[in-house]
C-alpha cells in the first residue's frame, strides 16, 4: 500500500482541538457536540483523549443501557464474529429463530421482525398498520390514515418526520407523507375524536422521551387501549427509548397496565454495539406481510441477533428492571431536593429523568456544558430541559456523585 498518501488520523497523536476542527471541516453539522473527544469507555464511564473521565448520563439514548463494553454483551458478539456476520434474510441462520422467539416471550408477542434502527421499526410498523388496515380491517386503499401525538419523536425519515411538529426536525424537508393526524399527548377525548373508519393505527411513545421525559397523565394510556379496542385501532407503542428496563420494568406501558398491540424497540436491544431494531406484535397483524413486501440487507443478521439474545437473556432475569427502579428512586429523591435551587420540575420513571432548569440561571446547553467540567456527559433538549440516563450498571455512589456534579454546575451559573 502507498503510504506517500498521509491522511489525518495517520499524524497520531491529534489533540482534542484539532479532531474537532477536523470534524467542523469535514462533517455534516447535522449535530452541535460538547466539545470533548472520546476515545474509550468501561462501564457508566468514558476517557477522552486527554485522558479525562466522564460519568455517561446520557448512554447514547439508553442505547448503551447495560454500559460500554458490557463484558456479557461483547462476549456474545466476539464469539459470533468468529462465526458468521451476515448472510441476509434470504437463508436462515442459526440466530434468527431463536433471537425472535426469545424476544417475542420477553414481550408477549408471538411475532419479531428485526430490523435495524429505531426509525426503521417505526417505518415498519407503519406499513403493517397500513397492510392489516387494507387486509383486515377493510379500510379503501390509499384511505388508512394514523393517529399521533403532538411533541412526538418517532426518528429522522421523510415519513417520520412527516408527522413530526419539532420546527428543526421538519422545515426544509418537504413534500410530507400524508396519513397522520396528530392530537395532543394525554388528551383522550382528542384522541376519541381523531379516530374515524379509515383509522388504522394509533402511535404513540407511552413516555415522550426527546420532548423531554413526559410522563401520561393518570389513565391516559389505559382509555388509549380502550378506544383502540372498541374501534378496531391497532395501538402501536413506540418503546425504542422507554423500553428495556429503562423505567424500572421491560416495557414502560407496564408501568400503566396496558398492553399495546404492537410494540417498537431499539437503542438498547444493539447493547450498544450494533443497530438493533424490531417491530413485535401477534400473528394477527404481523401475519400480514407476504415474502417481497418488506425487508432489509442488514436486518435480523447474525451479530445483531446474538447481541440482541445476550440482551433479552439479560432482561429475562429482571435484574437490570430492578436496579433501574431502585436505583430511580434514588436519582427521583436526590433531584427533587434541587427544586428551587435551579431547577423548576423533575420528571422522573427509572433511571430515566427529564428535568427543567430555571431560565433565571441559563439554558439546558450551559448546564450540560458545566457538568462536562464536573466531569459528567448529559445532553439537553428543547432548550431548558435536561435529560438523564445513565447506564443502569451506575453504582448508587456514582449516581450521587452524578447529581452532586448537577448542584454545582447549577450553582456555577447563580
Ligand atoms: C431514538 C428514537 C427513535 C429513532 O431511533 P433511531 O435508532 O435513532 O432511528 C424512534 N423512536 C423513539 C421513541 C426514539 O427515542
Redo the contacts with the bound molecule.
Sequence with gaps: MSTDTVTPTDLAPLTEADHIRLAEQHAAANYAPLPVVITSGEGCWLTDVAGNRYLDCLSA???VSFGHRNERILAAAREQLERVTLTGRAFHHDQFGPFCAELGALVGKQMALPM???????ETGIKVARKWGYQVKGVPDGQANIVVAAN??????TT?ISFSDDPDARVGFGPYTPGFRAVPFGDAEALAAAIDEHTVAVLL?PI???AGVILPPSGYLRRVRELCTERNVLFIA?????GLARTGRTLACEHYGVVPDMY?L??ALGGGVV?V?AVLADADVLGVLRPGQHGSTFGGNPLACAVGRAVVGMLATGEYQERARVLGEQLRERLDGLLGHGLTEVRCLGLWAGIDVDPALGTGREVCERLLAHGVLAKDTHGQTLRLGPPLVIEPDELDWAVDALRASLTDLA
Design positions: 439514548y439508553s442505547a435495524n434502527t429505531g426509525a426503521e421499526a417505526v412526538n419523536f418517532h426518528g429522522r425519515t417520520v411513545e415522550q422521551g426527546e413506540d418503546e425504542v427509548q422507554s417498537l431499539g437503542k443497530p431494531s
